[in-house]
């Protein structure tokens, strides 16, 4: 299984956002889209940092209400690691665990295809292991 599964099933939408947005904005995008990053890109669709729930809180719990003033550049993390569609979902576990975040963008071509987030892995999983259950108890069941 691989990441080209899991966008084959939640589809290809990324939410961006531009640098020179305000976190306040990109709080309220995060809100109405009831998700936790959004990627961030230039004019030309470009990908140039991903902000997540946890950059805002940071934001907040340093400059106080005032930060949600201050742009999306200022907080972001702009060294994104990123996956491609061949990606394994063990590979991307791993990426996860290791680097401490839950959300991966997708690149194909040079360009952002979509985002796995670890509640994207965590459903595919638990479809997973209810399948292989059902398959083990249906065999015993015909046994
Ligand atoms: P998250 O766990 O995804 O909410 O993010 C935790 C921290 O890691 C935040 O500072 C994010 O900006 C950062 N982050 C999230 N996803 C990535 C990623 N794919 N590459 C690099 N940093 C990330």
Do not use: W
């Amino acid at each position: 299984m691989n990441v080209a599964h899991i966008l084959g099933s939640k589809g290809h939408e990324v939410v961006s956002v531009q640098p020179h947005r305000t976190l306040g904005e990109a709080t309220r995008t995060l809100a109405e889209r009831r998700i936790g990053a959004v990627v961030v890109t230039g004019a030309d669709g470009g990908l140039l940092g991903i902000l997540s729930e946890r950059d805002i809180i940071k934001a907040l719990g340093t400059g106080g209400g005032e930060a949600l003033a201050q742009p999306v550049s200022r907080a972001m993390t702009a060294k994104v690691v990123t996956c491609r569609l061949e990606t394994s979902i063990d590979e991307l576990m791993e990426i996860m665990t290791s680097g401490r975040f839950r959300h991966v963008p997708v690149m194909e071509g040079g360009r952002v295809a979509g985002i796995v987030s670890i509640g994207d892995i965590v459903k595919h999983r638990v479809a997973e292991i209810e399948a292989e259950s059902k398959a083990m108890r249906d065999y015993i069941a015909m046994a």
